[in-house]
């Protein structure tokens, strides 16, 4: 059977958008690169406020129960090291199960799925605080990981519709750097929560505090997530007529149409593309290491002989620097659009910090150690989000890209949270060392998908000669330029 034909619940014809002058009215708009700019920045002040917001909940309600173990949980519901492993464990096996919620989002109304989304895990989060028992504690973080694995995967996913490739990977660093902005205000949070002696157990009333935030701002998702970049009630006319340029340039279809269904195809496509599978190996090692690190750091802080308050205090500084440090890499990635090159670093400086935590005995060493930890692995994760992107041509083939990784990196959480048991405390080495293999070998592959992608330009060169400009400058009259095609080049 033909895969050219599609039905209700494929994909709008992408392979029009892929030929020059592939629009539909055949034409780009003439804008200036200041109303281009200014129409950028309205998306980052409505859109990307809005997911940063929303991340960041996301990842204080899954992240807390780290907190919440140190805060009296592991007492009251009798759970030890090996349940506790179980509890990070069930949410992780569930964000694999769900991953490919992420097409959801190309499916059916963003705005519909975001509000689902969000007010399901917010509400399981909160329900938390009402666990009895380690059994009932589980089966509700079974649920959150169901919820949360439509959430974080899919925004990034639907970013790739509003933003260019020139441009998402600061924006993958936007939202990402929620993640360790939320490990910030966790401690913070979760000092003064615990330092308090209310009626209610203190890590009850964490679970409460944290998750009905959620469960309000569903209400915000549904009226403010727009279903495309036209439809957004934000921009006005004139700025619409430059989204629906931009969309011309970026794939060779408006925004509306970009949304409705996927193409089969191309989903298989994307399984046999080894390129796929690297950005997926380095998610993987990214994710041993940043999945753990936030749950355990104040256990690791504690185990240095810090008093449990003052270690939920002190897990707030080195998160701090590596939100600052995710949006320092992913904009310079951007700009020098070397995202290869990037991700080797900042690899590299999480891979010193854990070899300092495996060696160094010196509570202050080993402290500094972890702001090179946290900054090396909160900034490698969007970084591979934006090459991951950047280097697939077709919106199903980036929506699937996007599952692919996450089908392989969030089995890096299954190690992740298994490498620090009680047992090595206080200095943990065997975990420090394993984690700091992993960033090593993410480097590693960094410089080997760089080549790779050398290699792929060098023949599409060949095939329709160099390209000397940026195609998706807001001058450029060329159209689906990251769609495979004449004007297609990967990023390196």
Known sequence: MSHEKTSPILEADESAASRPGGSQDGSVANHTRQ????????????????????YMLAFLDRGNIGNARIAGLATELQVDSGRYQWLLNIFYITYVVFEFGVLLWKIFPPHIVGTIVVFGWGLIATVQAGAQSWGGMMALRFLLGAFEACYGPGIIYLLSFFYLRHEIGFRCGIFASAAPLASTFAGALAYGITSGHSHLANWRLL?????LPTVLMATIAFFFIPDSAEKAKFLTAEEKDIVRSRAMRQVGTNANARIGGFKLKDIGLVVTDLKAWLCGLMYFCGNVTYSSLPVFLPTILED??????NAQGLSAPPSFAAFLF?????????????RCLVLFATSVVGGVGYIILATVETVGVRYF???????GVFSTIPNI???????????????????LINLIGQCGPFLGTNVFPTKQAPRYVEGMSICAAFMFFS???ALAQRLLLMWENSKLDRKYGVITKDKTDAGSKDVAVENYGPNFRYVL
């Not at 679970?207 to 998750?211: A, S, T």
């Not at 310079?332 to 659009?337: C, E, L, P, R, S």
């Not at 934006?386 to 599952?403: F, K």
């Open 35 to 54: 109303q281009e700019a200014r129409v950028v920045r309205k998306l980052d002040l409505n859109l990307m406020t809005l997911f940063f917001v929303l």
């Open 207 to 211: 679970f409460l505090v944290e998750g």
């Open 304 to 309: 240095m002989g810090y008093t449990a308050i």
């Open 326 to 338: 995710a949006l320092i890499t992913t904009w310079v990635a951007d700009k020098t659009q070397q």
């Open 369 to 375: 150690a972890t702001f090179l930890a946290s900054a």
């Open 385 to 403: 989000l934006g090459l991951t992107l950047n280097n697939q041509g077709s919106d199903t083939r980036r929506g699937m890209s996007i599952v």
């Open 443 to 445: 480097a590693i592959i």
